[in-house]
């Protein structure tokens, strides 16, 4: 390798001090060049679609395919690839556009297919798509999709995958080594499934770590998991974070019992659990008792989250709360920590926080059942209309107002902690998949290309 002498790089650094930009770049050319950098640099890759309609292909894509091309030995070390479509289908209104760009860049550019059995130490692989998911989809774009798809399959070392739009699961039933699998708008059809029996497919494939997330009509394939067939086995599962905070048809009613049913499958390993719940899971219509889902059985349980937004119709309806705590039955000696986190919004001066609701959440919480608790974390994602100085002096009488609090404090052994954050946020598992920061989904629009 070609190295600078140490004079000449003394003497660039003393002509660009003061321009950090450009010293910046210099930098990571250096480090790009550097061999022992490059496994770091190139480890997780960002593919990005276009996002200028007059731009359908190109961009990252062939970024990708150029620089395996000239530099085939960075493949070895990628071990996450994630493809990132930022925008949603463009509604085509120029004559100027040629309508082909609605087919989008993953039919039409075959580099990222053909990139993809490069990457054989691969281990994540995430799609994230925002698509208009109440609008049919050319065949073209389902089929780029599933090409990528078809691609990974035969990597050796995938234990992660993150599925945000892909019309079909199957290609990761020949992951034999995946252990960790989100799953978000997959075109599942949900069907009436009655409560079956463990796996019981030969040569199952034990996953560690399971998230579903609704946010359309589209439903969540708990039946794909539920039938005793499926490759995948749940019974090993340690982590299950669900969000249905969107969901708000009727037939989502139904969801209750299925996720009833995958707690049942998981009870003897579960250790964390992370619900974004909608009014349809757990709360009773019209006059119609329904339980609410039972925890005491999960009896290795030691992490609790509950997100609950403002405007939601599970947020309303908070009873539910207090009884779904009350469900842990008998002490629980693993259950260490909980976190409540609601999205709240500050107007005219009020912070909706219902007093007798609280009440009875801490009243459950001061109970000798959570006598292990170690931790209680209640996160306030307040959208402000106010100024923010303001907003947090109304915030923090709401808080002190709060019954409960003060006597919480005062147990021995147990943190709590009650934070206010600015702004909404989007709902995103903690630490998912567990133990591997570096494959956690690109929290914003990047631009790569």
């Keep these: 390798m070609l190295l600078l002498p140490q004079e000449l790089i003394s003497e660039i650094i003393f002509l660009l001090q003061d321009d950090k930009a450009t010293l910046n770049s210099l930098s990571l050319v250096n480090r790009t060049i550097a061999h022992e950098c490059q496994s770091h640099l190139f480890s997780h890759i960002v593919v990005r ?19 395996l091309q000239s530099s085939p030995h960075l493949a070895k070390h990628v071990r996450c690839l994630e493809l990132f479509d930022t925008k949603r289908y463009w509604k085509i209104t120029s004559p100027r556009v040629d309508n082909s760009i609605v087919k989008r860049w993953l ?27 109440y609008e049919p989809q050319p065949k073209e774009v389902l089929q780029g999709l599933l090409d990528c798809c078809k691609s990974v399959r035969r990597l050796p070392h995938i234990s992660f995958v993150c599925i945000s739009f892909v019309p079909d699961l199957s290609f990761i039933e020949e992951l034999l080594n995946l252990k960790h699998l989100w799953i978000c708008e997959v075109f599942y059809e949900p069907t009436q499934t009655s409560h079956t029996s463990p796996n019981s497919n030969p040569n199952p494939i034990h996953l560690q770590s399971l998230c579903l997330e609704q946010k359309s009509s589209n439903g969540i394939p708990y039946h794909y998991f539920l039938d005793p ?18 969901a708000s048809s009727p037939g989502d009613k139904w969801h209750y019992t299925q996720i009833s049913n995958l707690l049942d499958l998981c ?45 939601d119709s599970a947020y309303r309806n908070f009873p539910w709360l207090p009884t779904l705590l009350d469900s842990f039955g008998p002490i629980n000696p693993n259950f260490q920590e909980l976190v409540i986190s609601l999205s709240v919004r500050l107007t005219a001066n009020v912070i909706n926080i219902d007093k007798a609701l609280w009440k009875a959440v801490f009243d459950c919480l001061l109970d000798d059942r959570f006598e292990g608790l170690k931790a209680l974390t209640i996160n306030l994602n307040v959208q402000f209309q106010e100024t923010p100085a303001e907003g947090r002096e109304i915030i923090i009488d709401a808080l002190q107002a709060l019954y409960g609090v003060g006597r919480l404090r005062d147990r021995e052994n147990m943190d709590l902690a009650i934070n206010i954050l600015k702004g909404a946020t989007e709902w995103r598992p903690d630490n998912f998949p567990p133990n591997h920061p570096d494959w956690q989904p690109t929290p914003a629009i990047v631009d790569l290309g």
């Design 49 to 67: 679609g276009p996002n200028k309609p007059m731009h359908p292909f190109g961009g990252s894509a062939t970024a990708l395919s150029n620089l």
């Design 107 to 133: 039919p039409e550019d075959k580099h990222i297919a053909r990139c993809i059995p490069n990457f054989t130490n691969l281990e994540a692989f995430i799609i994230q798509f925002l698509m208009n998911i």
């Design 229 to 246: 067939s499926c490759r995948f086995s749940i019974t090993t599962l340690r982590k299950l974070a669900i969000n249905l905070a969107y």
């Design 267 to 311: 009870a003897d390993t579960l250790e964390e659990l992370e619900l974004a719940p909608s009014l349809l899971t757990f709360v009773p219509l019209n006059g119609e008792e329904k339980d609410t889902l039972n925890l005491g059985k999960l009896t290795r349980l030691r992490w609790l989250k509950i997100h609950l937004r403002e405007n």
